[in-house]
T-cell receptor
Framework: DGGITQSPKYLFRKEGQNVTLSCEQNLNHDAMYWYRQDPGQGLRLIYYSQIVNDFQKGDIAEGYSVSREKKESFPLTVTSAQKNPTAFYLC???????????FGPGTRLTVL | AQRVTQPEKLLSVFKGAPVELKCNYSYSGSPELFWYVQYSRQRLQLLLRHISRESIKGFTADLNKGETSFHLKKPFAQEEDSAMYYCALSSCSGAGSYQLTFGKGTKLSVIP
């Protein structure tokens, strides 16, 4: 374990508020990813970034935003535009695109 | 578009019985496939990938391009194998970047 950290572990948000989830890695990995995990849905890709200052939308990017100002950090903002934000969010990184992905412990977001 | 199908949401087997977790994929390119596992209270981690042809914790998976399958097998199930298993396909999303497409997962329960 270690290498990729996500904080907080649990997060509660009121409707209409934006919230930012943290993802940090000390593996010197170039690529980082954000997934959403829902029961019975598997993992769905939200955003990914191959290098600093560059990122691409995944399959379900609407209502989310990201930044990649540093190699080791890839924060995800869940905006008020996200219609159903309550979910488990996973961050991952990989040394090279297409290589094995290493996952963080996840953040469980609940909208009240 | 790429797609990964895991037909069983839940699979229950007795300890010592053989296990087969099914995975079928749809992809027009040359597939690279993975099995990830999530044990209770642990983070998602790689179990095996087809290009390495390794056997991890007694599990094997063979890529069958004719049947577009990558089933996960183990001859004798152990209680510690109880977990959530995800099949994933790596595909090129353009400009040398790759992304993983996950199946919806199969929960394996090994009955003592």
């Amino acid at each position: 374990d270690g290498g990729i950290t996500q904080s907080p572990k649990y997060l509660f948000r009121k409707e209409g508020q934006n919230v930012t989830l943290s993802c940090e890695q000390n593996l010197n990995h170039d690529a980082m990813y954000w997934y959403r995990q829902d029961p019975g849905q598997g993992l769905r890709l939200i955003y990914y970034s191959q290098i600093v200052n560059d990122f691409q939308k995944g399959d379900i990017a609407e209502g989310y935003s990201v930044s990649r100002e540093k190699k080791e950090s890839f924060p995800l903002t869940v905006t008020s535009a996200q219609k159903n934000p309550t979910a488990f969010y996973l961050c991952a990184s990989t040394a090279a695109s297409g290589d094995t992905q290493y996952f963080g412990p996840g953040t469980r977001l609940t909208v009240l | 578009a790429q797609r990964v199908t895991q037909p069983e949401k839940l699979l229950s087997v007795f300890k010592g019985a053989p296990v087969e977790l099914k995975c079928n994929y749809s992809y027009s390119g040359s597939p690279e496939l993975f099995w990830y596992v999530q044990y209770s209270r642990q983070r998602l981690q790689l179990l095996l990938r087809h290009i390495s042809r390794e056997s991890i914790k007694g599990f094997t998976a063979d890529l069958n391009k004719g049947e577009t399958s990558f089933h996960l097998k183990k001859p004798f199930a152990q209680e510690e194998d109880s977990a959530m298993y995800y099949c994933a396909l790596s595909s090129c999303s353009g400009a040398g970047s790759y992304q993983l497409t996950f199946g919806k997962g199969t929960k394996l329960s090994v009955i003592p």
